[in-house]
């Protein structure tokens, strides 16, 4: 980033974008409360599959919230770009003379404040399903609360390549899922400490750090990806 | 002026023929090493005193581990030269490393599998190097699955590099990551400060096949990479004075 890449001018277009993404995506509700019924869904799929026993849920709890829980934040990154690229918005953003990188980590931002933190909030639901306790609520949310800002900020790398590519949709797990993996590790790890009732300061560390990695170098990553796309 | 050597790197007809007079000195050390690798590993090598003969498969397994790595990096820097400095010829050969580094993946993968059946009793297990190298795999098929989305050959390549230095940057992170799980890998006895644990009648043709699958591999990229130059270039005109018509 050069040196006016956080000048005044710079952040008040990053804020206008947070606040243009938040204010069309509350335009259509429906369309925020799908990742959410889609996570729902999924959780609800383990015990038709595996059993109803709340004790034996309450071993696979953890991984089932987190594999839902990676699987609809995927799902959501089609929101990311789509209509942007569409309508030529994401052309003007890379033709405005603000730093790309920072215009890009404002919708990331945002829409890790649509399904991202939704998500947090759900997990915990989906984990006393399971059979978790009511205690676990507090780490379940921490942790799926980190672990979604790095996956937003991996997804968006993945969905920035993936822009005017033919089946984009495979293709977009394909690539991000591999990379998920250590959050997916660290994040149901902690779940599963919260639900243990143990001390799961370790893995939100770890959780933490990957998010601090992914804030500093995914939206560097996007940017030069969305360029190469609009070239 | 030194630095004309590195921008006739840049030249696909240079790189095209320069290609053709290294391979065969990358491909015949690399037979001789491998041919005298096979016969001292697999018949002079004395038997394991613990596993018998069947450790002998790690003198396939180790070496394809290790060009499972190195391929990636090779490939992740050709694609940020490429990137950096628009260097066609860069991002070819990035291509050309993607389906040989798949390769020595899958058989790193098949060679463990052969070799945990009789050691661990079991064909696959979840172990925290199995998980990584097939987490490695998935790499690959991804990177080759972003190429294969584009029309566009410029686009496929400055994307799919983008991607190979994004995975690079994981590749340590994911790696450390799964051995957050207990191991039942046997610890490395090759890549090791200090004393290797194998008496030298197992360390030299270990040795000896490390060096020759990295010759091995720099002869199949050269191959490659003059294939991919020509389909590349196939419509300028210096493809004519080379094949000949």
């Known amino acids: 980033m050069s040196a006016t890449a956080l000048s005044p001018p710079a952040l008040q277009a990053a804020r206008l974008i947070l606040a243009r993404d938040l204010r069309l995506a509350f335009r259509r509700p429906g369309e925020l409360l799908q990742p959410l019924v889609f996570f729902a869904i999924v959780t609800t799929l383990f015990p038709l599959a595996i059993t109803p026993e709340l004790s034996q849920l309450r071993k696979v709890a953890p991984g089932v919230v987190w594999v839902a829980a990676l699987l609809s934040s995927l799902l959501a990154l089609e929101f990311l770009y789509r209509d942007d690229a569409h309508d030529g918005t994401l052309e003007q953003y890379a033709l405005s003379g603000q730093s790309l990188t920072l215009l890009l980590f404002a919708k990331t931002a945002s829409h890790w404040l649509l399904t991202g933190a939704p998500l947090a909030v759900m997990a915990p639901l989906a984990g006393m399903a399971l059979g978790a306790p009511v205690a676990s609520v507090g780490g379940t949310i921490a942790s799926v609360a980190l672990g979604s800002v790095a996956l937003s900020l991996l997804g968006a790398i993945g969905a920035s390549l993936t822009l005017g590519a033919r089946r984009s949709g495979v293709l977009l797990s394909i690539l991000t899922l591999p990379l998920a993996i250590p959050v997916l590790i660290f994040g149901a790890r902690a779940t599963e400490l919260a639900i243990a009732g143990e001390d799961l300061a370790a893995p939100l560390y770890l959780l933490g750090a990957l998010a601090v990695l992914g804030i500093t170098l995914a939206p560097l990553a996007a940017a030069a990806a969305v360029r190469i796309s609009l070239e | ?245």
């Open chain 2, 1 to 245: 002026m030194a630095w004309t050597w590195f921008h006739r790197l840049g030249s696909p007809p240079y790189v095209y023929g320069l290609a053709a007079r290294l391979t065969p000195w990358f491909a015949w050390p690399a037979a001789a090493l491998i041919a005298y690798a096979l016969y001292a590993g697999l018949v002079v090598a004395p038997a394991d005193y613990q596993q018998g003969e069947g450790y002998r498969i790690i003198f396939l397994h180790a070496p394809s581990a290790w060009m499972s790595v190195m391929v990636y990096t090779t490939m992740a820097v050709a694609a940020a030269v490429g990137l950096i400095w628009r260097i066609k010829v860069a991002h070819a050969a990035a291509a050309s490393c993607a389906a040989i580094g798949a390769t020595f993946t899958f058989a790193t993968l098949f060679t463990g599998s052969m070799w945990g059946k009789p050691m661990w009793g079991t064909y696959w297990a979840w172990d925290p190097r199995v998980t990584s190298e097939l987490l490695l795999l998935f790499l690959y098929l991804g990177y080759m699955a972003l190429r294969s989305a584009f029309d566009d050959v410029q686009r496929a390549d400055r994307a799919s590099a983008v991607l190979a230095v994004v995975g690079v940057v994981n590749v340590p992170i994911i790696h450390y990551s799964v051995i957050w799980w207990n191991s039942l890998h046997q610890a490395p006895s090759v890549m090791k400060l200090g004393k290797p644990t194998m008496p030298p009648e197992m360390y030299i043709p270990m040795l000896a096949m490390f060096l020759g699958f990295t010759l091995l591999f720099g002869a199949l990229l050269l191959t490659r990479l003059r294939a991919e130059v020509l389909n590349r270039e196939r419509t300028a005109t210096w493809i004519r004075d080379v094949v000949g018509t």
